[in-house]
């Protein structure tokens, strides 16, 4: 069975702050992929990410950056230099190589920042 | 940029009423999903529809829930007789062929499903 676990429920930051949004996963695959969605208040999905299990190296994108590691099953999401349009619910997510797998979401962190 | 669209956005039901949910999945994409998400809890997999037939359900998608692809741009979730606890948001999915596996999946924007 897979499972994701984001302990974070809320998390409140005043702009400009970094904060680190941290996901632990669960799975007996060797070959999966780790995602992560954002959820704004409008309530669409919105994909941010998507990381294969065998490349292990961090990525960076403007102000987002993400931190693989296999050894401790853990793809933690850091907003460098918050600002308020990143306020929204950030979700991590599994699935296996198969094709068609469906996504094991996490419970959720609700990001708050604050002006 | 293609994009999966649902519709309604917002349906408001009784007790007891069948539903239907419609999506039109990104033109080219094999697999469909539906996904529902309970007001402020966690996205959680229904369904998922490959060569037309479902290929994988979740222990939430019983007897009350069935989809289709009746022809070939739409699929439908129905619900055939709600109650209260099906309110939620429910998200239709699409993601390419094989060949692309490793895609995340396309969401809709959602249909917000109230049962009153």
């Known amino acids: 069975a897979q499972k994701v676990t984001q302990a974070q429920t809320e998390i409140s930051v005043v702009e400009k702050e970094d904060v680190t949004l941290d996901c632990v996963y669960e799975?007996?695959?060797?070959?999966?992929?780790l995602f992560w969605y954002k959820q704004p208040p409008s309530g669409e999905l919105v994909f941010l990410i998507r990381?294969?299990?065998?490349?292990?190296q961090n990525e960076i994108s403007g102000r987002y950056s993400w931190n693989f590691q296999k050894s401790t099953s853990s793809f933690n999401f850091t907003i460098t230099a918050s600002q308020v349009v990143d306020s929204a619910v950030y979700f991590c997510?599994?699935?296996?190589?198969?094709?068609?797998?469906?996504?094991?979401f996490g419970e959720g962190t609700q990001l708050t920042v604050n002006p | 940029e293609p994009e999966v669209t649902q519709t309604p956005s917002h349906q408001v039901t009784q007790m007891g009423q069948e539903v239907i949910l419609r999506c039109v999945p990104i033109?080219?994409?094999?697999?469909f999903y539906w996904y529902r998400q309970i007001l402020g809890q966690k996205v959680e997999f229904l369904v998922s529809?490959?060569?037309?037939?479902?290929?994988?359900k979740s222990e939430i998608f019983d007897d009350q829930f069935s989809v289709e692809r009746p022809d070939g741009s739409n699929f439908t979730l129905k619900i055939r007789s709600t109650k209260l606890e099906d309110s939620a948001m429910y998200f239709c999915?699409?993601?390419?062929?094989?060949?692309?596996?490793?895609?995340?999946?396309?969401f809709g924007q959602g249909t917000r499903l109230t049962v009153v």
């Open positions: 997510a599994l699935r296996r190589e198969t094709s068609g797998s469906r996504l094991t």
């Open positions: 529809f490959y060569n037309n037939e479902i290929s994988e």
């Open positions: 799975t007996r695959d060797t070959t999966y992929y």
């Open positions: 033109s080219n994409h094999l697999y």
């Open positions: 990381r294969n299990s065998f490349d292990e």
């Open positions: 999915a699409s993601t390419p062929t094989a060949t692309h596996s490793s895609f995340g999946a396309f």
